[in-house]
């Protein structure tokens, strides 16, 4: 059974920086992707990472500002996320799968609890 747990959410003011991350139990021999869902919203893609590639995906909505990337020594994904704005406010959840789509939340198989980041204006 895989397990991922994130953590690095927190409070932060508009225009700063938060490095999430999520560790894996295991090796890292799946897609990896991260998700947000904010109150009152679906759930919304906000990047992935293939296995064994460097192929990076992003929404548009994050583009330039955050960045996907993994260690596989340490089994950890990490998610940089630069120029917060308070629209970036959400619970940031990881997921583990073998996906043709990267970008849909239905092709991943594990998934984490989740960690809040709060950006404030």
Not at 24 to 39: E, K, N, T
Not at 80 to 97: F, H, I, R
């Amino acid at each position: 059974q895989v397990q991922l747990v994130e953590s690095g959410g927190g409070l932060v003011q508009a225009g700063g920086s938060l490095r999430l991350s999520c560790a894996v139990s295991g090796r890292i021999f799946y897609d990896m992707g991260w998700f947000r869902q904010a109150p009152g919203k679906e759930r919304e893609f906000v990047a992935a990472i293939r296995w064994g590639s460097t192929s990076t995906y992003y929404a548009d909505s994050v583009k330039g500002r955050f960045t996907i990337a993994r260690d596989n020594a340490m089994n950890t994904v990490y998610l940089q996320m630069n120029s917060l704005k308070p629209e970036d406010t959400a619970v940031y959840s990881c997921a583990a799968g073998r996906t043709s789509l990267p970008t849909n939340p239905y092709g991943y198989n594990y998934w984490g609890q989740g960690t809040q980041v709060t950006v404030s204006s």
